[in-house]
Structure formats: structure tokens, C-alpha cells
Nanobody, 119 residues
Framework: QVQLVESGGGLVQPGGSLRLSCAAS????????MGWYRQAPGKQRELVAV???????HYADSVKGRFTISRDNAVNTVYLQMNSLKLEDTAVYYC?????????????WGKGTLVTVSS
């Protein structure tokens, strides 16, 4: 049974940084595309960043240059380093796993972690 457990969310001031972590279990982590999506209040869920098993990545235009996705296959964990946070980054952030080919599918979702950017 696949489980994705996010951590690292919280309250941060504009311009600050946070690092989200997602611990995965129940599948062969190194084979999977891992990603982060977010859903802000009143908005649709959107892709933030994804990383394929071979290391290729894709970022939403709104976070390019500020967010970095990475993974450590030795500990089955994917990270999202978020710098220069803005008010509009406030959202619930979800970890995802995709066991197919490519970057853009989602087979499993975590329960999410809340990031609040506020002064």
C-alpha cells in the first residue's frame, strides 16, 4: 500500500523559506515520478514541480527560480525547497507519486501540508 506523508509546512513571512519533505513507502521509489501540487483557497489544484526517476524536472512558471524539487532515493524522500515565498504561495501542498512514464501523471496523493505566507 502506497503511503505519502508530507511534513515541513507552516507559517512564514513573505521572502522567507521553507523546505517540504515527503516520505514515501509501499512502492519502488526510485522508479517513480514524484511531484508537488498545491491548492490555494478557492482555487483549483495545480502542479508546482515534478521530478522523474531519471532526474528530469518541470516547474510551474510561477515558481521557477524560487522553488527546487529534489529527491533522495536512499531514504525514499522527495523535497521541495521554497525560497522567496510570496503571499500567493499560500496553499495546501500535496506530494504525488506516478508509476507510469513521463512527468505529468498522478497515481497517489498525500494528505497535504499547509503553507501560509503572511506578514
Amino acid at each position: 500500500q502506497v503511503q505519502l506523508v508530507e511534513s515541513g509546512g507552516g507559517l512564514v513571512q513573505p521572502g522567507g523559506s521553507l523546505r517540504l519533505s515527503c516520505a514515501a513507502s509501499g512502492s519502488i521509489f526510485s522508479r517513480n515520478t514524484m511531484g508537488w501540487y498545491r491548492q490555494a483557497p478557492g482555487k483549483q489544484r495545480e502542479l508546482v514541480a515534478v521530478m522523474a526517476n531519471v532526474g528530469s524536472t518541470h516547474y510551474a512558471d510561477s515558481v521557477k527560480g524560487r522553488f527546487t524539487i529534489s529527491r533522495d532515493n536512499a531514504v525514499n524522500t522527495v523535497y521541495l525547497q521554497m525560497n522567496s515565498l510570496k503571499l500567493e504561495d499560500t496553499a495546501v501542498y500535496y506530494c504525488t507519486e506516478y508509476q507510469g512514464d513521463g512527468l505529468y501523471g498522478v497515481d497517489y496523493w498525500g494528505k497535504g501540508t499547509l503553507v501560509t505566507v503572511s506578514s
